[in-house]
Nanobody
């Protein structure tokens, strides 16, 4: 079992920055992919970014590439999402997820563990 707890969401103006954190506990994350998804009201949950825990390889959705950076801190068992140049369309609940994956996994069913989510609101 993997427990995930997100933090760092909030209200920010367009063009601003936020850093989300996802603290993991319960078992070793070796071999896992850690990802951030987001869900806007009335829309499906969508992939934003992932990082392979073992070698820190990353992959981003086109909509966030160049603005968001995902990183991990091994000793702290924590994954971060640094979000810059935020836009109103980035508004939504951001979820941290963990899944056993040896490839690029961008669909929610590929992840078995989820956090409770943290709200990000970008005002125009």
């Amino acid at each position: 079992q993997v427990q995930l707890v997100e933090s760092g969401g909030g209200l920010v103006q367009a063009g601003g920055s936020l850093r989300l954190s996802c603290a993991a506990s319960g078992r070793s994350l070796s071999g896992y992919a850690m990802a951030w998804f987001r869900q806007a009201p009335g829309k499906e949950r969508e992939f934003a970014a992932l990082i392979q825990w073992s070698d820190a390889r990353t992959h981003y959705a086109e909509s966030v590439k160049g603005r968001f950076t995902i990183s991990r801190d091994g000793p702290k068992n924590t994954v971060y999402l640094h979000m810059n140049s935020l836009k109103p369309e980035d508004t939504g609940v951001y979820y941290c997820a963990a899944g056993w994956s040896l490839s690029i996994a961008t669909r929610p069913p590929e992840y078995g563990y989820w956090g409770q989510g943290t709200q990000v609101t970008v005002s125009s």
